[in-house]
């Protein structure tokens, strides 16, 4: 969407999902970094040994301890605080890996993995609203009937004038070559 | 699971103004996005969001297919927000 703005296009392609229609979820990261976990658990967040699923932000170590921030956040502002803050101790990371929670695992002596509260739908919506942005990599989201291959011309999104029925000509011939995909999920007991 | 020729109800045009991001916008990756809907002279996909109010909240914001994301993103390092 920031790159549509910055060409400065008129009108942004959108699919509007239905809430039923939108699984939401969280990616853990994996994090190599010179100093190891020590990157984020030197950051004031009140750290302690444990594994609890409502800490807001959790942390593995190489060496399989369990770290957690201290209180679980009374608000929601509160808990984007504390995520913000522990991932401030990973900018400069040599990598920064996105998996699945269950699956995350430290890749070696200087990796670890940075795990949060797992997110809803609502949650997202509330941040957003509130003009509070998270980082890429945090949020996971699984649609179902995502439209794909629609190709909507530059021209059609700079041109000023909303011409419905070049539109609707537009979503005429896009369905003999549009794709609705259903993406799969895995789940992992 | 794939189909042909979905309704396409769902698709709306809105203006900038009613659409709200949940992700910060990573400068490299926009510049290589901005770079390939000129090359390309289309936009590929909807972007992802859900309707509160009059506004649209963002979820997935992926105008590129996968593919292409890679293939154009050989200078970009590995890193965080990557």
Excluded at chain 2, 34 to 44: H, M, N, Q
């Amino acid at each position: 969407m920031a790159a549509l703005n910055a060409i400065g296009v008129q009108r942004i392609p959108l699919q509007v999902l239905e809430r039923d229609d939108v699984r939401f979820d969280t990616w853990a990261n994996v994090v190599l970094h010179p100093r190891g976990c020590a990157a984020v658990l030197e950051t004031p967040l009140g750290w302690r040994r444990g594994d609890d699923a409502a800490a807001a932000v959790r942390v593995l170590s190489s060496d399989g301890e369990s770290w957690q921030s201290s209180e679980p956040p009374t608000t929601l502002g509160e808990r984007y605080e504390m995520i913000m803050r522990a991932l401030t101790g990973i900018e400069d990371a040599d990598e920064v890996r996105r998996s699945a929670p269950l699956l995350a695992k430290p890749d070696g002596p200087d990796s670890f993995v940075l795990g949060f509260r797992a997110w809803s739908l609502d949650d997202v919506i509330e941040l957003a609203r509130e003009h509070k942005r998270l980082y890429s990599g945090l949020t996971r989201v699984i649609a179902i009937g995502r439209i794909l291959n629609l190709r909507v011309p530059l021209s059609m999104l700079q041109n000023r004038d909303f011409d419905h029925a070049a539109w609707s000509a537009f979503l005429s011939a896009a369905k003999r070559r549009t794709r609705l995909y259903d993406e799969p999920t895995v789940l992992v007991e | 699971m794939s189909a042909k020729n979905p309704a396409l109800d769902s698709l709306v045009l809105a203006s900038p103004g009613e659409v709200i991001p949940h992700e910060i916008a990573i400068d490299r990756h926009v510049r290589r996005i901005v770079d390939a809907i000129l090359e390309d002279g289309y936009v590929r996909h909807p972007i992802l969001c859900v309707a509160v109010g009059a506004q649209y909240v963002v979820l997935r914001d992926t105008p590129l297919g996968c593919a292409e994301r890679h293939r154009r993103s050989e200078n970009s390092a590995p890193g965080f927000g990557a």
